[in-house]
């Protein structure tokens, strides 16, 4: 091989790279949404089983902080911070870790970041949902959008929460 057939095999493998980088870029946007979409669902699972288990009502929280207090000024609505799964047994609606632990602390079930990149919105401009004994959320019907700063939030996945509490994902579209 001559390195004039050299330069030319390179030149094209260059070219080729170029071609696939916005796509491989775009896949792993998906691939953080959808992460990311199957981790608030298994949250919203998570606190409508514990909360029919126990018996009490289960907060799902958006996460305030986020490399040091960086989300804790974001609109209620946008959950990109992440979202904790708590049993709130002072009702406030925030939970907040005691030491020692007594019979009224709060119990923190689990903890949610979203994938680098994701964007999480929530329709009722809430930033805490509460899961009753039954199950229910709310008692309201409201959704979740999860797109990326990369691909067009069309691409994204929306959870879907009915008011009797069924949750599902769609891809695209709106919750009907």
Do not use: Y
């Amino acid at each position: 091989m001559t390195l004039v057939e050299l330069l030319c095999v390179l030149a094209l493998l260059a070219i080729l790279a170029t071609l696939a980088t916005p796509g491989v870029g775009s896949q792993i946007s998906r691939l953080r949404i959808h992460q990311s979409a199957s981790e608030l669902k298994g949250a919203l699972l998570l606190a409508r089983s514990e909360a029919v288990r126990r018996g009490e009502d289960i907060k799902i929280r958006k996460h305030n902080v986020l490399d040091h207090g960086a989300c804790s000024s974001i609109a209620a609505s946008d959950w990109s911070c992440g979202w904790i799964v708590f049993l709130d047994r002072n009702n406030n609606g925030t939970f907040e870790e005691r030491a020692p632990i007594t019979h009224d602390s709060d119990e923190l079930l689990q903890v949610f970041t979203p994938g680098r990149g994701t964007v999480v919105h929530f329709s009722s401009h809430a930033s805490v949902l509460t899961v009753n004994r039954w199950g229910a959320l709310n008692g309201i019907g409201a959704s979740f959008t999860i797109s990326s700063h990369v691909i067009d939030s069309a691409q994204g996945i929306i959870i879907c929460i009915s008011s009797g509490g069924r949750i599902r994902a769609i891809d695209g579209g709106v919750c009907t």
